[in-house]
């Protein structure tokens, strides 16, 4: 049966299914809280107001963010203490102190002495000590200092003592989406927290303050079982979960609350082939489940009321142009789906997804309510 309240939507378009989103939040929240570490979710995956809510603690909202414009947006609606998990570029600081004459608490990364003494520098300037965390490194994924780099200690000390305030260790764990299965993603999370711990104790045994241990990616978050010494996590893509994060175990395809919108445009019998008006101007470029065990394409097709079309996926796509087929070696029919018929697609990952859209359109949890707009914005 056909769910009217889509049937007006425009497509392509984002959908999220609320009932899901918020079992994803709350097997988060609930893993954090088993483990005593506050949660610090990360904004980059929604980029919504709205959505925000769901995630901040009401009482005493800290969040991450991945641009300043994140941090600009949010710092105006009412959340003060954010990090920026991003390494601060030096022409930044600027927005950053502005952030602060603004009440909010940005706390910017980084990793090097150049950026450390640029952050001192900026903040006995305004009178404004910025709070700064020490990026580390656990698995030579992208950035930040080794917990043994002597570096980190002249870091620490630079901020420190030259006017800005030293306010933890971070790290992220990024090889940890390259491991499938919990036991994989738990020795990440192993690795990640031993590196911060050591980069903390370093920092003390050096006489340097050390308050916030922060680790997080949502596989290492889901798979940590023990997080002694560390006080913080964060994670942003477990709020919708997708295919990249099915495809390493971190949940099924049935707990996706993030798809696409998509109407049937044309058929091309010969080849079995449908097309929809879902390219990857509404799916992203991202192909994160190319090197996985499983390929999805540009994502997987389900009904327009979210249930799975066995081995159906997005093969190829063009900008406006999605070319849906059957999984190649397998053995499933193309069902007959006649021009218009509306489609959802699981995305490949949520956040390259999201990020191609202005708006969600959420489907309540409480079965036929309206539909709810959430906006959502872009930006550096
Ligand atoms: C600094 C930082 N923290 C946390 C995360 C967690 O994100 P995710 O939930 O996508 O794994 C990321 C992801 O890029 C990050 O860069």
Known sequence: MSDSRLSTLPTPCLLVDEAKMERNIDRLANHAAELGVSLRPHLKTTKSVDAARYVLNPRNPAATVSTLAEAEVFARNGIK????????????????LDLHR???????LLDSEAQAEAVAKASREAGIAIPAMIEIDSDGHRSGLTPQDPILISVG???HEGGAELA????????????VGREAQRKFAETERDAVVDAAAALRQAGLPCPTVSVGSTPTAHAAADLTGVSEMRAGVYVFFDLVMSGIEVCSVDDIALSVLTTVIGHQEK??????????MAMSRDRGTANQQVDQGYGLVCDENGVLIPDLMVAQANQEHGVIAVRSGSDATMPELPLGTRLRILPNHACATAA????????????GAELVTWERFGGW
Not at 271 to 280: E, F, Y
Not at 356 to 367: L, N
């Open 81 to 96: 203490d954010i990090v920026y998990g991003v390494g601060i570029g030096l022409n930044k600081l600027e927005r950053v």
């Open 102 to 108: 603004a009440g909010c608490r940005l706390t910017v």
């Open 157 to 159: 000390r630079i901020l």
């Open 168 to 179: 933890g260790v971070l790290c992220h764990a990024g090889e940890s989406y390259f491991a």
């Open 271 to 280: 080849q079995g082939w449908l097309i929809c008006d879902a390219g990857w």
């Open 356 to 367: 191609q859209h202005q708006r969600y359109h959420v489907i309540p949890k409480e079965p």
